[in-house]
């Protein structure tokens, strides 16, 4: 093998010690992710079963929920860097102030999710319904999409309790838990699904009739409140395996320099996944002008495309936590080596899932009761972000290694701002002013990630991610 071949193996593979390790954080999360996406997925299908609209309306509002939950992932994140990087330093009273911090965050953004929910239902829903929608069935999207709104608002507050113990939890190092509670909930979530769902009409002994919509709403928020009961017991009965959490309330001081660090490095990632989360929304609802078998359509795609995505989505976290670990046990020249090493893994694990998806794009569409032409177009779908999976995850490594080291306005411009500054626009001025079809301006957007790739290539080989945050 000749010296260059040999140096990039080197640089791309890793040994035995390093896949040891991040398969060791990776598979627990990986569990959790399946579970969740591939139980989205058989829930989809359920509401999918009762008819077009109202799985277009679960779409609409769970892509509105989608922004709150990405709030409260953005915020935490921001905080979350610190979190691994204590752990990395071995110090526990260090991850302790974070966590309470991340409490104080989740309250906030509870109030204010909750609040804007409230006041602003019918306007925000309104703004997924084609305008040449027919009175009748915009009327019903609207009635099913507000029954499974106020229902879904009980189980926010659950959700971000989950959200602050889980990933304290993971950037410790301890994945385990938060996937037993994750899949727990998801099991739980399935079950009553069907049962509340479909009702004595599948289930002849059952005492009540199908409640659509709304049961399936029910379903998620008991799952919610059963997952974080599970991780609060837990970690606090747990002293000796869990000392991070002892004494977490015994106090509601944080070090106001710590404050200051957190909220300097963590507004940018907040507003990050508020802005690109919201991006998300608006990009739907681009797609939306074309008619409501592309909200379907884009709804399927969607969901479809998280359940294989998984291994991505979460060797995001894991790059987080074994380079923020690095960094913070201030183990520079392991961090370098590691990170090359981390992008090959996540984008060959992607490629791989990327090809089973284009094999089965055309099949996946048939388990919904849908239109023929909603599920054509939901199989065109497939194939075009099957195509582009390995692109989404190149840019997901990189803007999970920029944050590690607490580069977060650079993650902001890198992911936010080119959300709004590119993709968005470019989708707005296609869906509303050209006649592009809308599987062609679908494929445009996802290519464009295809400029984020390059300049991340730049900033990452730059080595400027490379941070320590935390002091002695």
């Given at each position: 093998?000749?010296?260059?071949?040999?140096?990039?193996?080197?640089?791309?593979?890793?040994?035995?010690?390093?896949?040891?390790?991040?398969?060791?954080?990776?598979?627990?999360?990986?569990?959790?992710?399946?579970?969740?996406?591939?139980?989205?997925?058989?829930?989809?299908?359920?509401?999918?079963?009762?008819?077009?609209?109202?799985?277009?309306?679960?779409?609409?509002?769970?892509?509105?929920?989608?922004?709150?939950?990405?709030?409260?992932?953005?915020?935490?994140?921001?905080?979350?860097?610190?979190?691994?990087?204590?752990?990395?330093?071995?110090?526990?009273?260090?991850?302790?102030?974070?966590?309470?911090?991340?409490?104080?965050?989740?309250?906030?953004?509870?109030?204010?999710?909750?609040?804007?929910?409230?006041?602003?239902?019918?306007?925000?829903?309104?703004?997924?319904?084609?305008?040449?929608?027919?009175?009748?069935?915009?009327?019903?999207?609207?009635?099913?999409?507000?029954?499974?709104?106020?229902?879904?608002?009980?189980?926010?507050?659950?959700?971000?309790?989950?959200?602050?113990?889980?990933?304290?939890?993971?950037?410790?190092?301890?994945?385990?838990?938060?996937?037993?509670?994750?899949?727990?909930?998801?099991?739980?979530?399935?079950?009553?699904?069907?049962?509340?769902?479909?009702?004595?009409?599948?289930?002849?002994?059952?005492?009540?009739?199908?409640?659509?919509?709304?049961?399936?709403?029910?379903?998620?928020?008991?799952?919610?409140?059963?997952?974080?009961?599970?991780?609060?017991?837990?970690?606090?009965?747990?002293?000796?395996?869990?000392?991070?959490?002892?004494?977490?309330?015994?106090?509601?001081?944080?070090?106001?320099?710590?404050?200051?660090?957190?909220?300097?490095?963590?507004?940018?990632?907040?507003?990050?996944?508020?802005?690109?989360?919201?991006?998300?929304?608006?990009?739907?609802?681009?797609?939306?002008?074309?008619?409501?078998?592309?909200?379907?359509?884009?709804?399927?795609?969607?969901?479809?495309?998280?359940?294989?995505?998984?291994?991505?989505?979460?060797?995001?976290?894991?790059?987080?936590?074994?380079?923020?670990?690095?960094?913070?046990?201030?183990?520079?020249?392991?961090?370098?080596?590691?990170?090359?090493?981390?992008?090959?893994?996540?984008?060959?694990?992607?490629?791989?899932?990327?090809?089973?998806?284009?094999?089965?794009?055309?099949?996946?569409?048939?388990?919904?009761?849908?239109?023929?032409?909603?599920?054509?177009?939901?199989?065109?779908?497939?194939?075009?972000?099957?195509?582009?999976?390995?692109?989404?995850?190149?840019?997901?490594?990189?803007?999970?290694?920029?944050?590690?080291?607490?580069?977060?306005?650079?993650?902001?411009?890198?992911?936010?701002?080119?959300?709004?500054?590119?993709?968005?626009?470019?989708?707005?001025?296609?869906?509303?002013?050209?006649?592009?079809?809308?599987?062609?301006?679908?494929?445009?957007?996802?290519?464009?990630?295809?400029?984020?790739?390059?300049?991340?290539?730049?900033?990452?080989?730059?080595?400027?991610?490379?941070?320590r945050l935390i002091s002695e």
């Amino acid at each position: 093998m000749s010296g260059t071949l040999l140096k990039t193996k080197n640089t791309l593979i890793g040994d035995r010690a390093f896949y040891k390790r991040v398969i060791a954080i990776l598979i627990p999360i990986v569990i959790q992710n399946t579970f969740t996406n591939a139980v989205s997925f058989v829930d989809n299908i359920m509401v999918g079963r009762i008819g077009e609209i109202e799985m277009s309306a679960v779409a609409t509002v769970n892509q509105l929920l989608f922004v709150f939950n990405l709030c409260i992932f953005g915020g935490l994140s921001g905080i979350g860097i610190f979190t691994a990087q204590f752990a990395g330093a071995n110090d526990p009273t260090g991850v302790r102030r974070t966590t309470r911090a991340k409490n104080y965050l989740s309250l906030a953004m509870l109030i204010i999710g909750t609040a804007v929910f409230l006041l602003f239902p019918v306007p925000l829903l309104k703004l997924y319904i084609a305008k040449d929608t027919a009175p009748a069935t915009a009327e019903l999207m609207l009635k099913y999409s507000l029954d499974y709104l106020y229902i879904m608002l009980i189980g926010l507050a659950p959700f971000a309790i989950s959200q602050v113990y889980g990933s304290t939890l993971r950037e410790e190092g301890e994945t385990k838990l938060p996937m037993i509670g994750g899949v727990v909930a998801i099991l739980v979530n399935l079950v009553l699904n069907y049962i509340l769902i479909f009702g004595n009409e599948k289930l002849a002994f059952l005492p009540f009739a199908p409640m659509g919509v709304t049961g399936a709403a029910i379903a998620t928020v008991i799952s919610r409140f059963i997952e974080a009961a599970m991780l609060v017991i837990i970690t606090h009965a747990r002293k000796d395996k869990y000392p991070s959490f002892v004494g977490l309330y015994r106090t509601a001081k944080i070090p106001l320099p710590l404050c200051k660090d957190m909220l300097v490095k963590g507004s940018p990632l907040l507003l990050n996944e508020f802005l690109w989360s919201f991006g998300q929304a608006v990009l739907l609802q681009c797609y939306s002008v074309r008619g409501l078998e592309c909200v379907a359509a884009a709804n399927i795609s969607s969901t479809v495309l998280n359940l294989f995505n998984v291994i991505a989505f979460s060797m995001g976290s894991a790059i987080a936590i074994i380079l923020g670990q690095h960094l913070g046990a201030d183990e520079i020249d392991e961090a370098k080596d590691s990170v090359w090493k981390l992008f090959t893994l996540s984008v060959a694990s992607c490629a791989i899932a990327s090809t089973a998806l284009a094999l089965c794009a055309d099949l996946i569409p048939r388990f919904y009761d849908a239109s023929d032409y909603t599920k054509e177009l939901a199989g065109s779908m497939l194939f075009i972000v099957a195509c582009t999976m390995p692109i989404f995850a190149f840019a997901h490594a990189v803007y999970f290694t920029l944050r590690s080291g607490g580069k977060t306005l650079l993650t902001f411009i890198f992911d936010c701002g080119f959300t709004w500054g590119v993709t968005i626009p470019f989708a707005f001025i296609t869906a509303h002013h050209t006649g592009l079809s809308i599987l062609a301006i679908y494929l445009c957007v996802q290519l464009l990630d295809l400029t984020k790739c390059i300049v991340g290539y730049i900033l990452i080989k730059k080595g400027i991610w490379i941070n320590r945050l935390i002091s002695e």
